[in-house]
């Protein structure tokens, strides 16, 4: 039986709702232990209780294989709308992810966060290789598609219009970046997650409330009237030290939040306390701030969940204020989009907004702006951009070598051999035929990047490192050579980038001329965003 209290996410979220809690479950690596321990008894029961408003079940969180989010959410069938799957790009190609959607969409699980996902952390017997065909954004664009009625062709040749869904998808976002080259890249791919069709969206973990207001803020700046959801997650010092080293890819706890950690963690209870404290208060300070909603993670018993959400209830209604200046806790020289600004600090209204941090105008020359990435730019302009230079000429040659005789063919495989020599001397480049040098920079998202990401960052890097931390993370280069050359547009201007995997080792400058790659006409799921 639902309780008389049940409502629909998309319903508690909208403005003007009483402030709702949501509780984050994590599934187990192994046959559950059965009984009050279970993760299925712990979501029950706080579904069960008026003070949750939802549950939240994790997909493999930290690159480790668990039982899927819909096992655990199909023996809670009863409780299907108030419940939100974490759907993960990492185990699955862009097939295995509609399959999933499809069953979530025929068991009446509407509710879907949308990630990345983290880099696996192990397999067995050794560790696992990361899928990620897809992004984020793709997937919010395929899930997207799936609201409308997905195209699809039928075996008569003709396409056919399959039966929309429902799906209610959120989105992350990283705002706790030291850098401005990690922080920026994070809010423009926020706003093509929107675009792409994102319906809520719920920051990463960090203990900066500043950065935490700073998303609102870029939101309202950018005009986007989208539900906000803050998170907060109880610690304890051994997770604090995790998150810390960057050992649990997007979280972050500074130095200085580490030392206040295990300074409360040497008392008689080992910090408990503290951190059920500053959980309750990270609320207030949702809740003070405007946002739709709060979520609470990092614990396994429902009775920890009610003693934080009473705590809250107990404070007073500007008590928040006071908190939000307590929990803030930066990196060293940690970057803000936003001025500090006494006067609207906590002005809520729809007109006025801090100033931009004046370095957002100032494009700086840095090591990233090399020879190598203006000749980059010089052949791209002569040869590869469309409709400009000798684009419209060589595109006449491939048109004429694109016959099926001896000597065409010839020409084109010593044409892309050619292609491969150089493209992989210069760039690394794996053959891919879908070329994404120009949409990063001329970084190869397919060489470069652990992810694959082709429609920008992930979460996980820090201190502009990557996720993998054996490389510098390809859109932190990528966004100092576009803001040098005024050029930052181009990441939240551009369609959805998905690669096709049918142009695999094809040459990528016969499929650009002869308008077969990912430049030349906007997907289906493009079509559908438009």
């Not at 959120?170 to 423009?188: A, I, R, S, T, W």
């Not at 580490?258 to 408990?272: C, M, P, R, T, V």
């Not at 006449?396 to 063919?409: D, I, M, Y």
């Given at each position: 039986?639902?309780?008389?209290?049940?409502?629909?996410?998309?319903?508690?979220?909208?403005?003007?709702?009483?402030?709702?809690?949501?509780?984050?479950?994590?599934?187990?690596?192994?046959?559950?232990?059965?009984?009050?321990?279970?993760?299925?008894?712990?979501?029950?029961?706080?579904?069960?209780?008026?003070?949750?408003?939802?549950?939240?079940?994790?997909?493999?969180?930290?690159?480790?294989?668990?039982?899927?989010?819909?096992?655990?959410?199909?023996?809670?069938?009863?409780?299907?709308?108030?419940?939100?799957?974490?759907?993960?790009?990492?185990?699955?190609?862009?097939?295995?992810?509609?399959?999933?959607?499809?069953?979530?969409?025929?068991?009446?699980?509407?509710?879907?966060?949308?990630?990345?996902?983290?880099?696996?952390?192990?397999?067995?017997?050794?560790?696992?290789?990361?899928?990620?065909?897809?992004?984020?954004?793709?997937?919010?664009?395929?899930?997207?598609?799936?609201?409308?009625?997905?195209?699809?062709?039928?075996?008569?040749?003709?396409?056919?219009?399959?039966?929309?869904?429902?799906?209610?998808?959120?989105?992350?976002?990283?705002?706790?970046?030291?850098?401005?080259?990690?922080?920026?890249?994070?809010?423009?791919?926020?706003?093509?997650?929107?675009?792409?069709?994102?319906?809520?969206?719920?920051?990463?973990?960090?203990?900066?409330?500043?950065?935490?207001?700073?998303?609102?803020?870029?939101?309202?700046?950018?005009?986007?009237?989208?539900?906000?959801?803050?998170?907060?997650?109880?610690?304890?010092?051994?997770?604090?030290?995790?998150?810390?080293?960057?050992?649990?890819?997007?979280?972050?706890?500074?130095?200085?939040?580490?030392?206040?950690?295990?300074?409360?963690?040497?008392?008689?209870?080992?910090?408990?306390?503290?951190?059920?404290?500053?959980?309750?208060?990270?609320?207030?300070?949702?809740?003070?701030?405007?946002?739709?909603?709060?979520?609470?993670?990092?614990?396994?018993?429902?009775?920890?969940?009610?003693?934080?959400?009473?705590?809250?209830?107990?404070?007073?209604?500007?008590?928040?204020?006071?908190?939000?200046?307590?929990?803030?806790?930066?990196?060293?020289?940690?970057?803000?989009?936003?001025?500090?600004?006494?006067?609207?600090?906590?002005?809520?209204?729809?007109?006025?907004?801090?100033?931009?941090?004046?370095?957002?105008?100032?494009?700086?020359?840095?090591?990233?702006?090399?020879?190598?990435?203006?000749?980059?730019?010089?052949?791209?302009?002569?040869?590869?951009?469309?409709?400009?230079?000798?684009?419209?000429?060589?595109?006449?040659?491939?048109?004429?070598?694109?016959?099926?005789?001896?000597?065409?063919?010839?020409?084109?495989?010593?044409?892309?051999?050619?292609?491969?020599?150089?493209?992989?001397?210069?760039?690394?480049?794996?053959?891919?035929?879908?070329?994404?040098?120009?949409?990063?920079?001329?970084?190869?998202?397919?060489?470069?990047?652990?992810?694959?990401?082709?429609?920008?960052?992930?979460?996980?890097?820090?201190?502009?490192?990557?996720?993998?931390?054996?490389?510098?993370?390809?859109?932190?280069?990528?966004?100092?050579?576009?803001?040098?050359?005024?050029?930052?547009d181009d990441f939240t201007d551009s369609p959805v980038l998905i690669y096709n995997a049918a142009l695999k080792g094809t040459s990528a400058w016969s499929n650009l001329y002869l308008d077969r790659d990912h430049n030349a006409q906007p997907t289906q799921t493009q079509k559908n965003n438009s």
């Amino acid at each position: 039986m639902k309780p008389a209290f049940y409502e629909k996410l998309r319903e508690l979220i909208l403005p003007d709702r009483p402030f709702p809690v949501g509780a984050e479950v994590v599934t187990t690596r192994g046959i559950p232990v059965q009984g009050n321990c279970s993760p299925v008894a712990l979501a029950r029961e706080l579904l069960s209780d008026e003070r949750i408003s939802w549950v939240s079940v994790t997909d493999n969180p930290g690159g480790n294989p668990m039982l899927p989010a819909d096992w655990l959410a199909g023996q809670l069938s009863e409780f299907a709308p108030n419940i939100i799957l974490h759907l993960a790009c990492k185990d699955y190609n862009r097939a295995g992810l509609e399959s999933n959607l499809w069953r979530y969409a025929a068991e009446g699980f509407n509710n879907i966060l949308v990630l990345s996902g983290d880099l696996p952390a192990t397999g067995h017997p050794k560790l696992a290789a990361g899928v990620f065909d897809l992004d984020s954004v793709g997937l919010l664009g395929m899930i997207t598609s799936m609201n409308r009625g997905l195209p699809v062709p039928s075996r008569r040749c003709v396409t056919e219009i399959l039966t929309p869904v429902n799906f209610f998808p959120g989105c992350v976002v990283n705002p706790f970046k030291q850098n401005e080259n990690e922080l920026v890249p994070q809010y423009y791919k926020l706003v093509r997650k929107i675009s792409a069709g994102a319906a809520w969206v719920l920051p990463q973990l960090g203990y900066d409330m500043r950065k935490f207001y700073e998303v609102r803020q870029f939101l309202r700046l950018q005009n986007l009237d989208i539900p906000v959801i803050g998170n907060a997650y109880v610690l304890t010092k051994t997770v604090a030290a995790m998150f810390n080293t960057g050992k649990l890819a997007g979280c972050v706890v500074s130095d200085r939040l580490l030392a206040d950690i295990e300074k409360y963690s040497a008392g008689h209870d080992q910090g408990k306390q503290y951190f059920r404290e500053l959980a309750a208060k990270q609320l207030a300070v949702f809740k003070g701030l405007g946002f739709a909603a709060g979520y609470l993670g990092g614990i396994t018993k429902p009775e920890s969940f009610f003693e934080i959400i009473e705590r809250f209830n107990q404070f007073s209604c500007n008590d928040w204020k006071q908190f939000y200046q307590e929990i803030q806790f930066p990196q060293p020289d940690e970057f803000y989009f936003f001025e500090t600004d006494s006067s609207t600090e906590f002005n809520l209204s729809e007109t006025d907004l801090p100033s931009l941090n004046p370095i957002l105008k100032k494009p700086k020359k840095t090591k990233n702006i090399n020879l190598f990435y203006r000749f980059s730019r010089l052949v791209h302009a002569i040869a590869f951009h469309r409709n400009h230079g000798l684009y419209s000429v060589l595109k006449g040659v491939f048109q004429f070598l694109n016959r099926e005789n001896l000597f065409c063919h010839i020409c084109f495989r010593m044409i892309h051999q050619i292609e491969k020599d150089v493209k992989h001397s210069l760039y690394g480049c794996t053959d891919c035929g879908d070329c994404g040098l120009p949409d990063t920079a001329y970084l190869c998202p397919m060489n470069r990047c652990s992810k694959n990401m082709r429609n920008g960052p992930c979460g996980g890097s820090m201190k502009s490192r990557c996720e993998s931390d054996d490389k510098d993370c390809i859109w932190t280069i990528a966004y100092d050579r576009l803001k040098y050359f005024g050029e930052l547009d181009d990441f939240t201007d551009s369609p959805v980038l998905i690669y096709n995997a049918a142009l695999k080792g094809t040459s990528a400058w016969s499929n650009l001329y002869l308008d077969r790659d990912h430049n030349a006409q906007p997907t289906q799921t493009q079509k559908n965003n438009s």
